[in-house]
């Protein structure tokens, strides 16, 4: 095996997964934030802000699943406006994507992880559309599954036809499961990765030794990402692959994609449980690792996507 060794040795990737603890660390020095994930709608955000407020749970990003399109412009004024006013970043998802459209390969068994991927040409028009229609609005943070549209992002960022301190957040769905995917994905554009749901820490410390990013790690995944609870993990997680974003999906919990107003009692009543779930792996990182350190909430960090109004 020398000759496969010293070649990823030659390519700055580990040559197998190992639990090394990071040293690396948000633009603030901290380890860990907290997302709040499928926060749908602004008055889940609402919801989400007195519920994390009652019970004591920080807060630093939430993210939406449904897409941009799905969103009136007041939806996603008063989503921007949430965020500025408590300095939490917004992170909003592109549509449409092919589960949207009608080719059936995302419908086959072999097809599914093509879902929330742009189909066409006509597609990634849409879906620019849909950036530049948010970011007029305020919005600095994007929840992407495309390859292509992460690159095309950042292009534009770098032409200086998107904003400099745009955020792009690319998607579980993706489910990156090695060093050598999520460096490609660091490579293109993505300020932040959703990996695989179902890494062990090894593999995730593997991950870290390859890139810089922030991993978001799914400590409870949804049912449809695995529905793995791994609250017990979060501490090794943060030792050996800071810097990431935990967060809390539910398992055994109905998936609402796209949201509409016929969800809207199960929305609330989802957003309000990731946050007690995420108190309790907030305090249980008290408990089992006190001295991680962690973002400061309310405080605009240079590299979260807090909206500009």
């Known amino acids: 095996m020398k000759k496969s060794i010293d070649a990823l040795k030659s390519l700055g990737l580990p040559i197998g997964d190992s639990n090394v603890a990071s040293f690396q660390s948000f633009s603030d020095g901290a380890q860990y934030r ?41 939806q996603i004024k ?14 909003l998802f592109t549509t449409p994507r092919a589960n949207f459209d009608v080719g059936g390969l995302w419908n086959a068994p072999v097809g599914k992880l093509i879902q929330w991927q742009v189909r066409g040409a006509e597609q990634i028009r849409f879906s620019l559309d849909d950036v530049f229609r948010a970011c007029d609005l305020g919005i600095r943070s994007f929840l992407i599954a495309d390859l292509g549209l992460i690159q095309i992002i950042k292009q534009l960022r770098n032409k200086g036809d998107l904003p400099s301190n745009l955020i792009v957040k690319s998607s579980a769905i993706l489910a990156p499961a090695n060093p050598a995917s999520c460096k490609l994905l660091e490579e293109i554009g993505s300020n932040t990765i959703n ?27 949804p049912d449809g990402l695995g529905g793995y609870v791994r609250h017990f993990e979060t501490p090794n997680m943060i030792q050996f692959s800071a810097p990431i974003y935990v967060k809390l999906g ?46 400061k909430v309310g405080i605009h960090h240079e590299d979260l996507g807090v909206p500009v109004l």
């Open 195 to 221: 990996v695989s749901t179902d890494l062990s820490t090894a593999q995730l410390s593997a991950i870290r030794q390859a890139i810089k990013v922030p991993l978001d790690v799914y400590i409870e995944a």
């Open 34 to 74: 907290i997302e709040i994930p499928s926060t749908e709608t602004p008055e889940a955000f609402q919801l989400m802000l007195d519920e994390a407020d009652r019970i004591g749970c920080p807060v630093h990003r939430i993210s939406q699943g449904s897409g941009i399109q799905m969103l009136s412009d007041a």
């Open 250 to 295: 539910l398992r055994n919990s109905t998936d609402i994609y796209p949201y509409g107003k016929q969800h809207e009692t199960l929305a609330l009543n989802l957003t309000q449980e990731r946050v007690r779930r995420s108190k309790l792996v907030y305090d249980l990182i008290q408990r089992e690792m006190p001295h991680a350190i962690m973002s």
């Open 78 to 91: 008063a989503f921007a406006s949430l965020g500025a006013e408590r300095n939490i970043e917004v992170c």
